[in-house]
């Protein structure tokens, strides 16, 4: 029983941290198109304030994850090729956490370099990787 309880909370705290990234860019774009301080200002509270509220969940979603491939056990591990792949694309999606608080503390010093459309293109492309995270994981037949 206790499987289905880790395997539940690795989903729960993912779902929660993508909804999460997945806002960010979003806010992002929007405080790239305005040229009015205040409003600069409100945005900067804003991202600042959501990354930190979802890291948690980031944290916890690995914690969750790990427990439940120690659950599953080493031979499952090695065996599980598809996991590896996973794995793999979940590193990018830790990358791309973390580069989202890079570009945070850049707009909070008003250094922002990008463009409005560097962020919605920053905002769609890693709905791919977490599809494929997601098929995989569901799947399984790698």
Do not use: C
Not at 5 to 25: D, E, Q, R
Not at 34 to 57: C, N, S, Y
């Amino acid at each position: 029983m206790t499987i289905f309880w880790v395997k539940a909370l690795h989903l729960f705290f993912m779902v929660a941290w993508m909804s999460g990234i997945f806002y960010l860019p979003r806010l992002m774009v929007y405080h790239a198109q305005t040229d009015i301080q205040a409003v600069k200002d409100q945005f900067k509270v804003m991202e600042r304030r959501l990354w930190f509220f979802v890291t948690p969940f980031a944290f916890l979603t690995l914690v969750f994850g790990v427990w439940l491939i120690s659950l599953y056990g080493n031979e499952w591990f090695k065996a599980a090729r598809w996991l590896h792949i996973k794995l793999t694309l979940v590193l990018f999606i830790y990358a791309y956490h973390f580069y989202l608080f890079s570009l945070v503390r850049k707009f909070s010093r008003d250094e922002n370099t990008h463009s409005p459309r560097f962020y919605r293109f920053l905002n769609e492309a890693p709905v791919l990787l977490v599809l494929a995270i997601i098929i995989l994981a569901v799947v399984k037949n790698l």
